[in-house]
């Protein structure tokens, strides 16, 4: 194993918006330091306003107003390159998109351009990359869906005549034409249904083992994560709460708040009462004071009100920012 | 409501810009009130008088004090213009509403006459109705003739709002916790469709005034009761830009200029106000 | 029934029923007025002059076929049905003996080549200039186009071809303000009569585009700051696609549909604005006729240009619905 | 047959196309489905997205007519639901849960208005201090009170205090029946578990039968008494949600069953064994 692909260093990212002369600041991401290696799904979790769909637009560097980067840095090791996300100008960004850093968003209808064939989204986004003339760049692309057990037919077809099911299998068909060393993926099997859900996730899985190409794979849903991720990070109000193997975190959370969201999760032919959790998600442009989470922790003490605890190793490769963590259970 | 115009004053620089325009306007139109002469009458000053510190904005061939005359026919035009308003909205309204919150049929049926509205081009039909009328044509009929013409746009605006709230789950509520129709209409709906009303209110006004302008300028209207259209049309009969008495023009298109501004720059504002998220975010 | 096929007969059932009720606007306009058209004709045509009683009687009773009011409401109904449906409005009083047809017929090219041109010329510039400024939302020169386009889209047609009237025809003039073209040049195809029409056509076209360019540009700048925000561009900019790629195929061309569809709702808005140009420039077209007709008392004419009209918009509202589906391949292919 | 709360008796509901197109389609396609007056329960009606299953809870609250097929609630066929009076009667007893908390009450208005005006129009209260109290009773039954309610604005509250809210208000007229159209599938994993928990309290104290309409069997499994698999606008497979999820019969059934995702990294049923990661 080499170098990692990812590196985010003590992140902030704050909206600032001043609208009608009040001033406010969303704290989304804070601090928040992660890695990812090389041939890995690197899951991220977290509810609404967890600050996980800034961090990947952060990562991604779309920084849009009034969306703000306050510090920390995104460096990414690709094959042939490093890329330092924040201190690039916008043609060394366009140079990697696709090439080396490809997208698979949630898929709802309007990620493809409604008014054209899917043909001309592979000749936007790909052609440049595979650097061959057009019948042979399409025969590339004809041999890459089918390898992905796609009819090369979809490339005439308009978005609106394929299912939903169908246009996500085109755009995981997208985005690994080039053979990226990363993907980030947004909720991607969220608007399906689940039979549907199930063989894109096969689908995703089974390409990513084909490139070894690394995936940050962002969802509320924990099953999806237990069932394709090999690591896991929890995010709750803008902070990273927990890291770890998938398999572990899933086995033993160690973070309360991870602790409650594996215990209420429902599952089938289990009927045992689940215990709720009370509260809410803060509001992120008055986040509490120390710990975020200790207005709802069962755990909490006067110190966690006053100071939130870093991230902290109490295994090899298992990280906490928690001072009371929960106990670990042996296997 | 008043915080709402209170920030919009303060912190939106066309909706400011439109009410200074629209204040200076109406304030004029008020002096008409006390005007020393009756509107109508003429050759009561020395005729093609240059703006001058006792004329202020001169006086015309007709040997009328322009400053007056002008406030007397700001003030016309303007009522004109809201007459046509308020009759077009009841109908828009009437007829968005309904469209929107029926759907189906009677939504296909009153979006079909209303399109028809829409394309119709109105001007050969007020031409050919003041053909018909003459003599008997006056401002009240006008103003009642494009008010039938005049709601179709506003009404298809409306209607989109009214539609997509018939579908919003809190319309659902509403009806669940027994609420009546007029009710759901009126409290849930109305504060949705008011500020599209308010801003399609403006931009009626603006037509309405341009079309009584051009038709009163071509003689096509009533032309003893001065507006500002009339005076244009006087003033062309006089061929008062050959005769070099410019002023006769200059202030009544000044004038009539800020108007369409001012009412405009308040639309636009207000669209922009629309979203009914961005008000919830101030508080 | 394929998509494109239902498409096809709604438009044409919405453009027959535009027809529909425009005529009977029409006809309620001419009969459900408490005053005697005929009379009114009559005082009109002969207000400047002496006319003897035995014309007058005379024209009295063509007038009143004319008009249709002779038997009953539904026998007029059906009449004035039938006169529009052949196209036959009958002579001019003004200019009698010659057909109502022959003196439009005359004057409908001027009107139509001038909408044409204005029209295209002005969708296409405010389009690309809001697409642009909607896009680059930053630049200065385009938010001062913005600030431009506001100032003068408020103003009717009628005051700004008035304005360009007093600038280029006597504060500063260098073009012809009066006239389709040079009074003493024959109609053909040379040169200098092409560029006779031509430059005659300049104040017209750009008092019809100074006002009609702010709508498009403002709608446009409107309608791409919301399709920026879409899935889909968002996707494309995060695939690196070029810029221009991306303005033009995704941006511009999603935005594009509601204007199209805004062109066609606002063709009659359109023409009555080239009317009063006409009449301001006084160019040899449908609107200045409408205006001596009226004038005149040439009540068969005047009904005959607001029928005329009615149709021609409808039709032209119709060709541009019908472009539509070439736009939108959601309407080509359901 | 007397003792029937709701009886759906084959009903059918289908959409015409446009105008023009004799295209139609069918959302609902012959269900039936019975509830108990005497002994309350959850009734989860289970399907994907175009099954057809909140064509059916629209249809049974009324708010659209079946094509064909009659419903009947405590006897009475809502077809013959006409006068505003007889409707408010039904609504008083059957009432919805909306899918979006945050769609469920206007943005511009204060929440307490719904809980005031359900009392007043459907709890048939009059004085005002009687329907402050019916609205603080049922805010308490989902773990809330007026006086954290009241002038508040939907903005102000989470989606999982929204819920709870929407729910008070459709229990302040003391209905027999709930319809709950996917009523968790907005709010935040850690807010879930309450309210789904709030559900099986409300049948149990309050005596309400709830009809529970998801796309998540896993929920199903937790709370429901009978369960009904619904596809393509037909009932596929119906009756004791544990026998049904446990050992379905149908082939669509036992499909959706495996489509399932396990939440254990250990049995994973997409791709690769967990923990094998580093390798």
Known sequence: MGEPVLVVSDLRAYYRTSAFGIEREVRAVDDVSLTIEANEIYGLAGESSSGKTTLIKTIAAAIQPPLEVLGGSVVFNFRDRRVDMHGVDRQHLDAIRWKNLSYIMQGSMNVLNPVRRIRHAFVDFAFRHIGKPMPLFLAVVREHLERLHLAPEVLDAFPHQLSGGMRQRVTIALATVCRPDFIIADEPTTALDVVVQKSVLAMIHEIQRELGSSIIFVTHDMAVHANLTDRLGIMYAGRLVEEGRTADIFRAPRHPYTAHLIASLPRLGDSAPKKGLDGAPPNLAEPPSGCRFHPRCPRATERCAREAAPMASLAPGHRVACFYPEPERSA | MWRTLRDLLRFNRQFAAGIVLLGIVAAFSCLSFFSPYPPNDSFVVPPDVPPSWAYPMGTTSRGQDLFWLLSFAIRNTLLFGMVVAILSRALALVIGLVAGYSGGLVDRALMSINDTFIVIPLFPILVLFYFVMRDHMSWGLLALMMACLGWAYDARLIRSVALSLRTREFTQTGIFSGMSTRQILVEEHLPYVLPILFSTTMNNINWSIGLEVTLSVLGFTDINTPTIGVLIYWANQHTALVAGIWWWLFFPVLLVVMTFIGLFLLAVSMNEHIDPRSRLGRS | MPGYLVYLLTRLGQFALVVFIGINIAFIVTHATPIDPVEQSIAAATQFGSTSPEAIALMRQSLKELYGLEGDLAHQYAAFWSRILVGNFGPSLSAFPTPVSVLIGRALPWTVSLLVVSTVLTWVMGNLLGGLAGYFHRSRALRLAGILAMAFHPIPYYIVAFLLLIVFGHVWPILPISGGSSMNMTQEWSWAFVGSVVSHAILPVASLALVGLGGWFMGMRALVSNVVTEDYVTYAELGGVARRRILAAYVMRNALMPQVTGLAMSLGAIFNGAIITEQVFGYPGIGTLLVSAVHAGDYSLVLGITTVSIVAVSIAVLLIDLLYPLLDPRVRAR | ?279
């Open chain 4, 1 to 279: 047959m007397s003792g029937a709360l709701l009886d759906v008796d084959n009903v059918v509901r289908t959409y015409s196309g446009g105008l023009l197109t004799r295209r139609r389609v069918t959302a609902v396609d012959g269900v039936s489905l019975r509830l108990d007056a005497a002994r309350p329960e959850i009734f989860t009606i289970v399907g994907e997205s175009g099954s057809g299953k909140t064509t059916l809870a629209r249809m049974i609250l009324n708010m659209i007519a079946p094509s064909a097929g009659t419903i009947r609630f405590d006897g009475t066929d809502l077809a013959t639901i006409r006068s505003s009076r007889a409707r408010l009667a039904f609504m008083k007893r059957v009432q919805p849960i909306f899918q979006n908390p945050f769609e469920s009450f206007n943005p511009m208005k204060r929440l307490d208005r719904y809980l005031f005006a359900t009392g007043r129009r459907m709890a048939g209260l009059s004085d005002t201090t009687a329907i402050a109290d019916a609205a603080d009773t049922a805010l308490r039954s989902v773990g809330l009170s007026l006086a954290e309610i009241r002038g508040r604005y939907p903005h102000e509250l989470s989606g999982g205090q929204l819920q709870r809210v929407a729910i008070a208000r459709a229990l302040i007229s003391k209905p027999a029946l709930l319809i709950a159209d996917e009523p968790v599938s907005m709010i935040d994993a850690s807010l879930r578990a309450s309210i789904v928990n709030l559900l099986r309290d409300l049948r149990d104290r309050l005596s309400v039968s709830i009809i529970y309409i998801t796309h998540d069997l896993a929920t199903a499994y937790y709370i429901s008494d009978r369960i009904m698999i619904m596809r393509h606008g037909k009932a596929v497979e119906a009756g004791d949600a544990r026998t049904v999820l446990d050992d379905p019969q149908h082939p669509y059934s036992q499909l959706l069953k495996q489509s399932v995702l396990s939440p254990d990294p250990q049995h994973r049923t997409v791709g690769r064994q967990g923990g094998s990661s580093h390798a």
